[in-house]
């Protein structure tokens, strides 16, 4: 078993919209309506947007591979991408997701090593992120990992405002 991660780039775009496609359809269309899900997915992972996305140095996007095939990816954030403002010693995680059929193999893990590995070597003191108050393996995951819910903020799903839980986790 190897685990192996590229930082994405512009060229990336197309092979990140289709893991982005992949991973939100399966994590949540079973909750979700098909309209609501359309159009989120047309909003977040057009190639107009994962371009911009792409090309924020506050951004950054990791692929991650399983043997050799892409499992997953990482999105964080620091400065002004945050999706809220949570001050200038902070790492959003705006995105982690894993293919199902790679999930229970330590891949969340080794994303989230990563993502604090980042904001350890750019000098940040904690790195939070929102989860659907309905995604319960999610939130039992990130508790296992040491984070501490903190709050709410919203998350739009098409035309339907659903609620994330905010939680942190204290670096030093």
Same mark, same amino acid.
């Given at each position: ?7 994405? /780039?512009? $060229?990336?775009?197309?092979? *990140? ?7 939100? %359809? @399966? /994590?949540? !269309? ?20 994962? !371009?911009?996305? +792409? ?17 997953? =990816?990482?999105?964080?954030? /620091?400065? !002004?991408?945050?999706?809220? @403002? ?5 790492? $959003? ?18 994303? *989230?090593?990563?993502? #604090? &590995?980042?904001? +350890? ?14 995604? &319960?393996?999610?939130?039992?995951? =990130? ?17 339907? %405002?659903? #609620?994330?839980?905010?939680?942190? %986790?204290? +670096?030093?």
């Amino acid at each position: 078993m190897t685990i192996n991660i590229n930082k994405c /780039t512009l $060229e990336d775009s197309r092979k *990140l919209q289709k893991i982005g496609y992949e991973t939100f %359809k @399966e /994590t949540f !269309e079973h909750q979700n309506s098909p309209e609501n899900m359309n159009a989120y997915l047309d909003r977040a992972f057009n190639l107009k947007q994962l !371009e911009k996305e +792409l090309s924020n140095i506050s951004s950054q996007f990791f692929l991650v591979y399983f043997n050799d095939e892409a499992a997953g =990816y990482l999105k964080v954030n /620091t400065n !002004e991408a945050q999706s809220e @403002e949570m001050g200038d010693e902070t790492l $959003e995680i705006e995105r982690i997701y894993i293919k199902k059929k790679f999930q229970k193999h330590g891949i969340g893990k080794y994303l *989230l090593n990563k993502a #604090m &590995e980042i904001a +350890l070597e750019n000098n940040k003191k904690k790195i939070w992120l929102g989860v659907w108050e309905k995604n &319960e393996n999610a939130i039992a995951f =990130y508790k296992k990992m040491g984070f501490v819910h903190s709050g709410v903020h919203s998350f739009y799903m098409g035309g339907e %405002k659903q #609620m994330d839980f905010i939680m942190i %986790k204290t +670096l030093i």
